[in-house]
């Protein structure tokens, strides 16, 4: 069975840094790239970033470029995203979501329960 | 950089039919056949219900439906149930470097 759990959500004051992570189980997590995927309160979904098996290719929603940075480390099954300098606006709960495919193609297939942030003083 | 527009809401009643449209661009939608649609119910994690525009995995109803035609990919659910009701999402692959579009969402009522 295929799972995802994300941790390290938290309350953080605008500026300072926070890291998520993912533990991956259930399947081969170096044949496939994964994607973080957020949600702010009453708001619509907001693909994030993501990562290609090798680490190859990776990609950033604008907002982020430059704030965020997502890696993976494959002996460990486990993805992160290095979130500093961070807003109001990055609120949101953080969805970890496994690809269809070892590129990224957008096709997320399996998703965790997702782990909250809030930015706020 | 939600560069797919979706319409805000759809509504209609049980058993008909709705469509709702994802609309991109020819760099994106029209270029490639990677769309994926997912479901959300509300306090609910999403749910892939068809990807490869038109493909649907392993357990979704095959009242769900996917297509596309130009720049604008498309889901129909046929044959409407009050289960239905929830958030439906596009989201599309659009090429090395950006790498991946999404629409706002679309509410789906039930009448």
């Known amino acids: 069975e295929v799972q995802l759990v994300e941790s390290g959500g938290g309350l953080v004051q605008p500026g300072r840094s926070l890291r998520l992570s993912c533990a991956a189980s259930g399947f081969t997590f170096d044949d496939y790239a994964m994607h973080w995927v957020r949600q702010a309160p009453g708001r619509g979904l907001e693909w994030v970033s993501g990562i290609s098996w090798n680490s190859v290719n990776i990609g950033y929603v604008d907002s982020v470029k430059g704030r965020f940075t997502i890696s993976r480390d494959n002996a460990k099954n486990s993805l992160y995203l290095q979130m500093n300098n961070l807003r109001a606006e990055d609120t949101a709960l953080y969805y970890c979501a496994k690809d269809m495919w070892g590129e990224l193609t957008a096709t997320k297939d399996y998703w965790g329960q997702g782990t909250l942030v809030t930015v706020s003083s | 950089q939600s560069a797919l527009t979706q319409p805000a809401s759809v509504s209609g009643s049980p058993g008909q039919s709705i469509t709702i449209s994802c609309t991109g661009t020819s760099s994106d939608v029209g270029s490639y056949n990677v769309v994926s649609w997912y479901q959300q119910h509300p306090g609910k994690v999403p749910k892939l219900i068809i990807y490869?525009?038109?493909k649907r995995p392993s357990g979704v109803s095959n009242r769900f439906s996917g297509s596309k035609s130009g720049n604008t990919a498309s889901l129909t659910i046929s044959g409407l149930q009050a289960e239905d009701e929830a958030d439906y999402y596009c989201f599309s692959y659009a090429g090395a470097g950006t790498f991946v579009l999404f629409g706002g969402g679309t509410k789906l009522t039930v009448l």
């Open positions: 490869g525009g038109s």
